[in-house]
């Protein structure tokens, strides 16, 4: 083990949480769009994906409930709570009943389409060319609202362009409410039952379509990441709909998922034992966002199991392709992790969430089976994070490739989630002997 890494993950996780409890139903807080005249105020069970008051200047604004991070910590509420004193956990507790209702409302099939962009009239002639096109904003009736990537935090419609459809978000929040509610039965509730029931009808419906994907980069395609989350929510909605007493839902949901497996065998990377980026990708294409998603489902066996070869072989070929591709890789055990080989976004930088996301499942794969190799590797990686993480609670998006310094969005809940989730995984690696002595040995 990297010296003084358990004191420094033990008081980081605790800035993690501190941080999501200020992105979290954060009524606390009012943002001012000067460019848009647009003021906006959180409301309960809203998750921002960045507490920061910034405006493209040139920190991203990420001030917007968005479904695919939402649901990503959301999935971290039991790693909260087992980890928080039992005074604190009423909060959490409402805050999720929260989420539900909140992600019920932006979700309603009844809510009327806008007529207009209320931000319309509001606007800066400099900021027009960012307002949704009113054509577009009154096609938002029925199931569309599903086809949401991103909502305002006090619920309204996302009066910005924004890319679109992307179809993981509802896969993903139905994966995370059922694997709270199965982790901590005292949260399951009607309502949560409605907004999962709610969610599989649309993964039913969009199985398998092309969408924008988890990058939010066009064209549509037929995402790895997107296509593993659905088969994750499919595959999990069927036994919940077996336990709800629901057995024609839970046919159709087996059904579904079974030809997502198959479909995902178009993504088999023939170069590689490795999954491509989507099914339009080209061999070698491999992405970070795969990984992330066989993480989010946390599988012991199967094609999408952590340890699967093809799990294995991806983030092995990511890996090798970031070591030379930063400079801060340079002499490195363990590579700094980024998107994708060609990412430009900010410069193209490795991300907080995908380097956290590479050691939780090394931790991961060593909790299943012993692994000293993969538990030297995660520890690796967390002690790069500790090298290059600002002071403070707050976790970025990317650190830059020859320094490291915080770059992008400067806090971000999805760091905080990952964080939290290697956390976890790390006690579950070191649990798996009674001391962690057994897995202190150097890889071999």
Not at 256 to 273: F, N, S, Y
């Amino acid at each position: 083990m990297a010296a003084g890494l358990a004191p420094w993950i033990t008081a980081r996780r605790d800035g993690a949480i501190r941080s999501l409890r200020g992105a979290v139903s954060a009524t606390h807080l009012e943002r001012h769009r000067q460019g848009f005249g647009w003021t906006v105020r959180p409301v309960p069970g809203s998750i921002l994906a960045s507490p920061r008051m910034s405006a493209w200047d040139p920190e991203p604004d990420y001030f917007h409930h968005w479904i695919r991070d939402a649901a990503i910590v959301i999935r971290v509420w039991p790693d909260i709570l087992a980890d928080l004193p039992e005074a604190e956990h009423d909060w959490w507790v409402q805050a999720f009943h929260d989420h539900v209702t909140f992600s019920l409302a932006i979700s309603d099939p009844a809510r009327p389409a806008p007529k207009t962009n209320p931000l319309a009239a509001t606007t800066r002639a400099d900021h027009r060319q960012f307002l949704r096109p009113e054509a577009e904003l009154r096609l938002l009736s029925g199931a569309a609202w599903l086809n949401e990537t991103r909502f305002a935090p006090d619920g309204s419609p996302d009066s910005e362009r924004w890319s679109a459809p992307q179809f993981d978000g509802p896969a993903l929040r139905a994966s995370a409410i059922m694997a709270v509610t199965a982790a901590l039965p005292a949260l399951s509730s009607p309502n949560a039952d409605r907004l999962i029931a709610r969610d599989l009808a649309h993964v039913l419906a969009h199985a398998g379509q092309p969408c924008i994907g988890p990058w939010e980069e066009p064209p549509a395609r037929r995402h790895s990441y997107t296509l593993i989350a659905q088969w994750d929510a499919l595959d999990r909605g069927a036994m919940w709909s077996a336990a709800h007493g629901d057995a024609a839902l839970a046919a159709r949901c087996t059904a579904a998922a079974k030809r997502l497996i198959t479909l995902m065998e178009g993504a088999a990377d023939p170069l590689q034992d490795a999954w491509i980026e989507s099914l339009e990708g080209a061999p070698g294409q491999v992405d970070a966002a795969t990984v992330l998603a066989i993480l989010q489902a946390g599988r012991g066996d199967g094609p999408f199991a952590l340890t699967a070869p093809r799990t294995r072989g991806t983030a092995a070929a990511l890996a090798q392709q970031c070591a030379s591709l930063y400079p801060i890789n340079r002499g490195r055990a363990v590579p700094a992790i980024g998107r994708w080989a060609e990412d430009a976004f900010f410069g193209g930088n490795p991300w907080y969430p995908v380097t956290l996301g590479f050691a939780e499942l090394y931790y991961r794969i060593a909790a299943q089976t012993g692994d000293t190799a993969a538990f030297a590797k995660a520890e690796g990686w967390m002690d790069l994070i500790r090298e290059v993480a600002p002071s403070g609670d707050a976790l970025p998006e990317q650190f830059d490739r020859s320094s490291g310094a915080p770059t992008s969005s400067l806090e971000l809940s999805w760091s905080a989630a990952a964080f939290i989730a290697a956390a976890a995984a790390r006690d579950a690696a070191c649990a798996r002997c009674q001391d962690s002595s057994a897995l202190d040995r150097p890889s071999p």
